[in-house]
């Protein structure tokens, strides 16, 4: 099969990240095997989402990993043109959901198996499935466990995000963060004497945007990234029942995403220390008053050096002269952080398309791609 046959069936399976996953794992797995692939997988609590890891190449050694992630965003609410489940082509783009983040690696990748299967690789090939990835790179935990416990980890990782092929040696972390705000409520003719909830919370939201105009003037700059340093953003606040009803409760959710040289939980310090001083003067009259943080979701930055040996071998796979930095955030921060393991960031396609009603991809980016995967199973037959 051609990558883009492959990918028309993957986007025929509606894996937005709420949904299960499963039955496009099966799929791929039953692919792999059919490729000579030694398949595992690794499903959820429930059983209806999963990760998948695959090898083909000699058994026992560490090889080159490809990573994706098999959830796609919503379509609802966005005005699509065409089938966003169905794979349709026009003018050298494949249209539909998940054509560009990133299904349209992952068809790419599958189809170097089923090469890889009349190659004698002296180096493994390996492929990492994920899921609930859309949702702050949830699912590719227990996969990272896995490896964890393997006796060797990948030499390098390819994260197959769209970048049109460029390589991407860094992204930001992410540090998601719920607050609840708590006041005393009353009837709203007799507002001054209790503690109206929604009146903290914009409080907070007044400290984070502080927070993020001192970071803006005078922090740490990478100039690789569209916006050169750490952002704090404040996404949704709610809170009150009815307008006569002085609120107990009011929640808002922000996020910090951060440069390699910056650590969100100093960033977070500051910022709680600022919510003690909101409280400690009215603690007396309102004992029950309270600002609660919680980390909903983290993962950490990718920073891999330009002169990592990764950065080289991918470069001259594509045949790059130089690297770039994606605003987005990847599994790739996990796969060093957590293993070690030497990552970059490359794949077809361009975010631009991505989360997108008429969401597409070239035929010339999957292309490129399968001539970058066929050039890298040469390099696996000669041995890493």
């Given at each position: 099969?051609?990558?883009?046959?492959?990918?028309?069936?993957?986007?025929?399976?509606?894996?937005?990240?709420?949904?299960?996953?499963?039955?496009?794992?099966?799929?791929?797995?039953?692919?792999?095997?059919?490729?000579?692939?030694?398949?595992?997988?690794?499903?959820?609590?429930?059983?209806?989402?999963?990760?998948?890891?695959?090898?083909?190449?000699?058994?026992?050694?560490?090889?080159?990993?490809?990573?994706?992630?098999?959830?796609?965003?919503?379509?609802?609410?966005?005005?699509?043109?065409?089938?966003?489940?169905?794979?349709?082509?026009?003018?050298?783009?494949?249209?539909?959901?998940?054509?560009?983040?990133?299904?349209?690696?992952?068809?790419?990748?599958?189809?170097?198996?089923?090469?890889?299967?009349?190659?004698?690789?002296?180096?493994?090939?390996?492929?990492?499935?994920?899921?609930?990835?859309?949702?702050?790179?949830?699912?590719?935990?227990?996969?990272i466990d896995m490896l964890a416990?393997?006796?060797?980890?990948?030499?390098?990782?390819?994260?197959?995000?769209?970048?049109?092929?460029?390589?991407?040696?860094?992204?930001?972390?992410?540090?998601?963060?719920?607050?609840?705000?708590?006041?005393?409520?009353?009837?709203?003719?007799?507002?001054?004497?209790?503690?109206?909830?929604?009146?903290?919370?914009?409080?907070?939201?007044?400290?984070?945007?502080?927070?993020?105009?001192?970071?803006?003037?005078?922090?740490?700059?990478?100039?690789?990234?569209?916006?050169?340093?750490?952002?704090?953003?404040?996404?949704?606040?709610?809170?009150?029942?009815?307008?006569?009803?002085?609120?107990?409760?009011?929640?808002?959710?922000?996020?910090?995403?951060?440069?390699?040289?910056?650590?969100?939980?100093?960033?977070?310090?500051?910022?709680?220390?600022?919510?003690?001083?909101?409280?400690?003067?009215?603690?007396?009259?309102?004992?029950?008053?309270?600002?609660?943080?919680?980390?909903?979701n983290t993962y950490p930055p990718?920073?891999?050096?330009?002169?990592?040996?990764?950065?080289?071998?991918?470069?001259?796979?594509?045949?790059?002269?130089?690297?770039?930095?994606?605003?987005?955030?990847?599994?790739?921060?996990?796969?060093?952080?957590?293993?070690?393991?030497?990552?970059?960031?490359?794949?077809?396609g361009s975010m631009e398309q991505?989360?997108?009603?008429?969401?597409?991809?070239?035929?010339?980016?999957?292309?490129?791609?399968?001539?970058?995967?066929?050039?890298?199973?040469?390099?696996?037959?000669?041995?890493?």
């Amino acid at each position: 099969m051609t990558s883009a046959e492959i990918l028309r069936d993957l986007i025929a399976f509606p894996t937005i990240s709420v949904d299960p996953n499963r039955a496009l794992i099966d799929h791929c797995a039953d692919l792999l095997t059919e490729a000579g692939a030694e398949v595992q997988i690794i499903e959820d609590e429930t059983g209806k989402k999963a990760n998948l890891y695959a090898t083909i190449g000699p058994r026992g050694r560490a090889g080159v990993l490809l990573s994706g992630h098999t959830d796609v965003v919503p379509v609802a609410g966005q005005n699509w043109t065409r089938p966003a489940f169905e794979m349709t082509e026009a003018a050298g783009k494949l249209y539909g959901r998940g054509t560009t983040d990133m299904k349209g690696f992952i068809a790419c990748a599958i189809a170097a198996f089923q090469s890889a299967k009349r190659r004698a690789l002296q180096t493994p090939l390996h492929l990492a499935l994920s899921y609930d990835e859309e949702l702050g790179c949830l699912g590719v935990h227990s996969l990272i466990d896995m490896l964890a416990a393997a006796p060797f980890v990948p030499l390098f990782c390819i994260v197959g995000e769209p970048t049109n092929l460029a390589v991407a040696s860094g992204h930001k972390g992410k540090t998601a963060l719920r607050v609840t705000c708590t006041g005393r409520e009353s009837h709203s003719a007799l507002a001054p004497t209790a503690l109206n909830a929604i009146h903290l919370a914009v409080e907070m939201v007044a400290v984070i945007r502080a927070e993020q105009g001192a970071i803006a003037a005078s922090g740490t700059r990478d100039t690789d990234y569209d916006v050169a340093y750490t952002t704090l953003h404040v996404g949704k606040i709610e809170g009150g029942v009815a307008l006569n009803i002085v609120p107990n409760t009011c929640t808002l959710a922000f996020e910090i995403r951060n440069l390699v040289t910056d650590d969100p939980h100093e960033i977070l310090e500051r910022i709680y220390a600022k919510a003690e001083a909101i409280l400690a003067p009215l603690r007396g009259d309102f004992p029950e008053a309270d600002i609660a943080f919680e980390i909903t979701n983290t993962y950490p930055p990718l920073g891999t050096p330009e002169s990592a040996e990764v950065v080289g071998f991918v470069k001259s796979l594509t045949g790059a002269n130089g690297t770039i930095k994606v605003a987005f955030g990847t599994e790739g921060g996990l796969f060093h952080a957590k293993l070690g393991v030497p990552t970059v960031v490359c794949g077809p396609g361009s975010m631009e398309q991505g989360h997108k009603p008429d969401e597409f991809i070239s035929r010339d980016q999957m292309d490129k791609c399968d001539a970058m995967l066929a050039e890298l199973l040469t390099r696996l037959q000669e041995g890493l």
